[in-house]
């Protein structure tokens, strides 16, 4: 009786006060689209407008690969306990460097600043993103920010053979823990851009269109054409504190290969059924369907046929 009265009260008002709400804008998804995550941090069910939320991405093999923090709005007003204040592209003993060969490693003199008159165990996590927007690489370093001092630490981060050349971005955070152990993000994002080249130039990829989503939390991300189709999800996972109020999430989302037109993992004579339903439709026909728009160009016709031919007999 004397626990109850102790504990309750505070507790279980506060914790359902303060929520995170996270959708993707479709459940399935092909190899070589675009993923919209939204939702929503709020209070009371009124929209926290300063807020940070770290959001975390793990593949179906279980492994991290996206790591970023979102702000819900302007957040320039604000302080931070502990913060990052540079990340710099460098050569491995912290000079700055603004290219990378694909196949090699790339590193970032990383910043930490933690302005905290207490020490905090931190997770520091670089994420690099190529030029389709695609997250091509992902490390967390796990350290110590000592009261009222700035820790400098240089991470290592891989440039797959596969990645897109051009321009890259590369995303800097830290938290207590990252979002899928229920860490909170302690500080805003810093970013910084480098070069991604090989023997062969530059390339460029085309920007799409972002459909218009509501709420105060926002990220996109591609899926490059070498990333991971499975009959497994994605996870999703969002963590925050706010004011001492700390709230979690999670969502998942499916990867499919071109040409599975149904989402059952399998390309087969089921999904050319559908292509021949929907056989030169685009949007607005009566016979439209745009899980048969394989190559997002918004008619079905040869095109789609052909990628449904190259994917013909997949199974996970
Ligand atoms: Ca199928
Ligand atoms: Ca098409």
Not at 50 to 77: C, F, H, Y
Not at 239 to 260: E, L, R
Not at 287 to 292: A, D, E, V
Request: aromatic share 12%; net charge negative.
């Amino acid at each position: 009786m004397f626990f109850l009265i102790l504990i309750s009260p505070v507790a279980i008002v506060r914790a359902e006060s303060f929520v995170i709400t996270l959708t993707t804008n479709k459940l399935y998804y092909y190899l070589d689209e675009t993923v919209y995550v939204y939702g929503n941090l709020t209070l009371d069910d009124a929209q926290i407008n300063d807020g940070l939320v770290g959001l975390e991405l793990e593949n179906p093999k279980g492994q991290s690969i996206l790591v970023r923090t979102v702000a819900t709005g302007d957040i320039s007003n604000k302080s931070w306990f502990v913060e990052v204040l540079s990340a710099i592209p460098s050569d491995q003993y912290g000079n700055p460097k603004d290219s990378f060969k694909r196949g090699t490693l790339s590193f970032f003199n990383v910043s930490v600043k933690n302005n905290d008159i207490e020490n905090q165990p931190i997770s520091v996590s670089v994420n690099t993103y190529d030029s389709s927007n695609s997250p091509i690489g992902l490390s967390i370093f796990t350290s110590v920010a000592y009261a009222n001092e700035t820790t400098t630490i240089i991470i290592s981060v891989s440039i797959p053979t596969t990645a897109t050349l051009g321009m890259a971005n590369i995303y800097a955070n830290v938290y207590s823990l990252t979002p899928k152990y229920g860490g909170k993000p302690f500080g805003p994002e810093k970013s910084n851009q480098f070069l991604i080249t090989d023997s062969t130039g530059s390339s460029s990829y085309p920007t799409q269109q972002p459909p218009l989503l509501n709420g105060n939390i926002n990220l996109s991300f591609h899926l490059a054409p070498t990333s991971t189709a499975s009959i497994s999800p994605f996870k999703i996972f969002a963590s925050s504190m706010y004011d001492g109020w700390t709230a979690i999430n999670s969502t998942i989302f499916y990867v499919k290969v071109p040409g599975d037109a149904n989402s059952d993992f399998v390309v087969n004579a089921g999904d050319l059924g559908l292509l021949g339903l929907a056989w030169f439709s685009y949007p607005g026909s009566p016979n439209w369907n745009p899980n048969c728009d394989f190559n997002n160009d918004s008619i079905v016709n040869a095109g789609d046929l052909s990628i449904l031919g190259r994917f013909w007999g997949y199974r996970p």
